[in-house]
């Protein structure tokens, strides 16, 4: 029941929001507009259902595989600046500086690289926009612990790993979701906006931009909204799998809810 709860503001909201852009529409039926009404969009993608979920599957594919790739790389790196200083001077400013070059300019890099039409490049592009975020959150979570509870286990001649796992990481597991939640969306834009580059053509990125610029705008918005419900469906994946690995933070957040 505490999550239906959660979720009935952002439907009742996503709701009202829906009516009101149909009505709009409705009303004033302006010509030539690029926005065409819900019912428009979902018309179309149930029209072209076949070619929208082929191109949803290749993107997911690029989406989910860069995701998980993006995760593991951030958090091995994560633990080593964490545990070596050498690590912690060599990785950080990498990263600060991969981070700080857009997606425009990478594209082209790795489709020399990898091949204009392999996914690997298009999920390399995923790898880069998610581990910033995992690496740096997940780095944060794991050095800032109390440090009384450092000299507490130190004083029961606890070693390194078992500080780690035993203190280090939980304290970590808040601040790597936060990350996490963040990462699902910025790995669907990152392989739509890859895909504008490179790539199957059958994918969700060339279909928005084919669409478009044959200005078949409803078709265009049915390939955004199955990108939409991508990361959507990655974002509640993440919020299931919080309550699983941390009960103990729902029922500290149901306290102060009922406080």
């Known amino acids: 029941m505490n999550a239906l709860k959660g979720f009935s503001a952002p439907i009742v909201a996503g709701v009202v929001l829906f009516g009101l852009w149909q009505g709009v529409l409705s009303l004033f039926n302006p010509d030539g507009f690029v926005l065409p009404a819900p019912s428009e969009i979902v018309g179309a993608l149930i029209d072209n259902w076949d070619e929208v979920y082929q191109g949803a599957r ?45 997606i425009i300019a990478l594209a082209p890099i790795f489709n020399n690289w990898f091949g204009l039409t392999s996914p690997r490049s298009n999920q390399a592009i995923v790898v ?86 044959l200005t078949r705008y409803d078709e265009a918005w049915a390939a955004v909204l199955a990108g939409t419900l991508i990361g959507a469906v990655l974002y509640f994946a993440v919020l299931v799998l919080e309550r699983v690995a941390m009960p103990w933070n729902s029922l500290i957040r149901a306290q102060g809810d009922d406080q």
């Open 58 to 102: 290749i993107t997911g594919f690029v989406v989910v595989s860069g995701l998980i790739a993006g995760i593991i790389l951030g958090i091995i790196a994560a633990l080593l600046v964490t545990r070596f200083r050498t690590a912690n001077e060599t990785i950080t400013p990498l990263a600060v500086a991969v981070n700080a070059i857009p």
């Open 128 to 213: 880069a926009l998610v581990f910033f975020p995992i690496f740096i959150n997940t780095t944060r979570g794991l050095t800032q612990v109390d440090r009384s509870q450092i000299e507490l286990m130190e004083s029961y001649a606890a070693s390194r790993s078992r500080i780690t796992r035993e203190v280090r990481i939980p304290n970590a597991m808040p601040f790597f979701f936060t990350a996490l939640k963040l990462s699902t969306s910025l790995a669907v834009i990152a392989a739509i906006v890859a895909e504008y580059f490179g790539g199957r053509q059958d994918a969700l990125g060339p279909m928005i931009t084919q669409s478009a610029g």
